[in-house]
């Protein structure tokens, strides 16, 4: 079985000692009284979680998935999940980070985020079962009325009950304009919901009592289009005025689809029979309300292949110093055994090196986006609330997208690190590999990411939100500009923030005479994007990193940082010449292609 130690002495260091979240929250009245000996215990309890019961279950519930019953269409999961599922909920972890009002603990986002880092690395399959409900549960919060919110929210917060989004049709994917699930409004004021949507993860199962499904559908006097898209409400058993479970609704897994990974979590064919429904915010407006819930999903992809980078890099690193294989090209470094462990060659080292620089990096980009959800939400001031909301929506694409095309590297080449060991199932690397893949599809695959990046985030308001971004990275390079030990992290940031705005004026200004312009780099756009985002974190952690050396610390982690991010400014940061030299080839090699893909 693969191993995992959550790594708890990183998130404290980005935490504690790069954000310095605590300091931060005593400006917020709802946190103020969170500290930093309350965020690292509630972390040292999740990572036992995470690694004595949900990773247990991991390879077992890859080999035996889900089942479902065509008679009863009810799914069972894999042997365990359940009763890990019952002790998730018995712990209290479903209200981390929710509101107090409807029974949450109301602890920080960057809390919640740090344990479900653990919960991925540990058992992304199981992971995305209470995942759901947590975008479920800020939709509701935001958009539901008093009467949705009392008798759903407490339930999600509780784990009692579980939540999805339905919102892919088998004719319509990304295009949600297109799809054709219809709502009849009653008498009574429900609605009828007839339609049928695919890929719904954690669809249908056995965990909890209950599924409260978020479904878009259209109205019968719907504009065309995206702009007649409504949001309802439909739980799998009907809910009484007391809250307690009713008879059961017409909503039921017609099947499950047979997947690459992820084999433990239900994905399922769902299909809405005169199911009954209630309207969530106002007719034709659902995906103003559905965007709350696929947001918070597209931050937590992020996270599922940071955790999974993490736990394949873990994994490799100890296989590394572990087998022998062949001599140092410099001379024997184990003298006494045959042969060398494997760690001492050049390109071994590139492998692992690669798949850490991407989960620190990754780390610090995901818990500052959640740093920025806690301001946004709950910073008294509104200058301060509304400019973090703007820099969450930035980054929000590159999150999705940046970290989890890092994770396929970086589980590729972890399983590589194995050789032929990590290409056969008990190792656990080649599941790694398998279950992230979905992560550069769902939530909109990355190419929606970076076209919503590039068209919508920068070019959208004449990239006003990436300047305040450039900002950040002024403000660094005017406090270590002149100091000789960071010129290694600070100039490669500092000229490519400087390449950045030409890039993007260059690009904007094609885009304008041709769109296809704009689709042609958008890919390439948002890697250089992502790696200006972890090139200025990366220079913070160094900047920290160096303070703590000069001051003394002889902490090896302090050392392994600045290896780290000297790795990977020399081996990955250069990447983004390429990226711009690539983007900047236009759309006419790609689109004036017509005889070359008859």
């Known amino acids: 079985m693969p191993l995992y130690n959550p790594p708890i002495r990183d998130m404290h260091f980005v935490m504690h000692e790069v954000l310095k979240v605590a300091d931060e929250y005593k400006t917020m009245p709802r ?4 500290d930093v000996d309350t965020i690292n215990a509630v972390l040292e309890e999740g990572g036992k979680f995470a690694s004595e019961v949900l990773l247990p279950l991991n390879i077992s519930g890859d080999e035996e998935g889900c089942t479902l019953d065509r008679d009863t269409h009810e799914v069972a999961t894999p042997k365990g999940f359940k009763q890990a599922f019952a002790q998730y909920v018995e712990g209290g972890w479903p209200a981390l980070s929710c509101d107090p009002a409807y029974g949450g603990q109301g602890l920080p986002i960057v809390v919640n985020q740090c344990f479900f880092e653990m919960l991925n690395s540990a058992n992304q399959a199981w992971t995305m079962y209470p995942g759901l409900s947590h975008g479920a549960y800020e939709a509701l919060h935001a958009h539901g009325t008093e009467e949705q919110k009392r008798l759903y ?4 917060t509780s784990g009692e009950w ?9 004719h319509c994917g990304t295009d949600l304009g297109l799809l054709r699930t219809k709502a009849e409004p009653q008498a009574d004021g429900t609605y009828r919901i ?14 909890a009592a209950n599924i409260v499904h978020l479904v878009l559908a259209r ?18 058993y009907r809910i009484q005025p007391d809250g307690t479970l009713g008879e059961r609704n017409g909503v039921y897994c017609g099947g499950l689809e047979h997947k690459m990974g992820i084999h433990g979590n239900a994905t399922a064919q769902i299909v809405l029979d005169g199911a009954v429904g209630t309207l969530v915010g106002q007719p034709n407006k659902g995906l103003q309300a559905m965007f709350v819930m696929m947001n918070a999903a597209r931050i937590g992809v992020g996270m599922q292949s940071l955790g999974l980078t993490e736990v394949a890099y873990q994994n490799a690193l100890a296989y590394a110093k572990d087998r022998l294989q062949s001599r140092s090209l410099s001379g024997p470094k184990a003298k006494d055994k045959p042969a060398d462990p494997i760690i ?22 995901n818990l500052y986006c959640a740093f920025l959800i806690d301001r946004e ?3 008294p001031d509104e ?9 969450v929506a930035l980054l929000t694409p590159i999150v999705k997208a940046f970290l989890t095309d890092n994770g396929h590297i970086a589980t590729n080449a972890c399983m590589q690190v194995f050789g032929g060991h990590g290409y056969v199932k008990e190792w656990g690397m080649e599941q790694f590999v398998r279950d992230n893949r979905i992560n550069m599809i769902y939530e909109g695959t990355n190419t929606i990411q970076s076209l919503d990046l590039l068209g919508r985030k920068v070019l959208g308001n004449q990239g006003a939100t990436l300047k305040k971004f450039g900002k950040m990275i002024a403000k660094l390079v005017e406090e270590e500009g002149v100091n000789e030990q960071m010129a290694e992290f600070i100039n490669p940031v500092a000229y490519l923030g400087e390449q950045m705005t030409k890039f993007t004026t260059e690009l904007g200004f094609r885009g304008f005479q041709n769109a296809e312009e704009v689709g042609a780099a958008a890919v390439d756009y948002l890697r250089v994007a992502g790696h200006l985002v972890f090139g200025y974190f990366w220079a913070r952690m160094a900047q920290v990193a160096l303070r703590e050396i000069a001051a003394g610390n002889t902490d090896p982690f302090y050392q392994g940082k600045l290896q780290t991010a000297r790795f990977y400014f020399a081996r990955l940061f250069p990447e983004t010449a390429a990226l711009m030299r690539s983007a900047r080839s236009g759309a006419k090699v790609l689109m004036d292609t017509d005889a070359a893909l008859a």
Do not use: N, W
């Not at 109205?219 to 799998?236: E, R, W, Y």
């Not at 080292?349 to 610090?364: D, F, P, Q, S, V």
């Open 31 to 34: 946190h103020a009284e969170v």
């Open 153 to 156: 929210l407490p339930r999600l």
């Open 377 to 379: 939400l709950h910073h």
């Open 194 to 207: 007839t339609g049928q949507k695919i890929f719904i993860s954690a669809g249908e199962h056995d965990m």
């Open 219 to 236: 109205l019968p006097d719907a504009p065309a289009g995206s702009k007649g898209i409504s949001l309802f409400i439909v739980p799998k």
């Open 383 to 391: 200058k301060v609330r509304k400019e973090s909301g703007e820099l």
């Open 162 to 170: 579980t939540g999805t989004m339905c919102l892919t049709e088998p």
């Open 344 to 365: 001492v060659h050049p390109d071994v080292r590139r492998m692992l090196l690669t798949a850490k620089a991407y989960a620190e990096g990754g780390r610090a980009l």
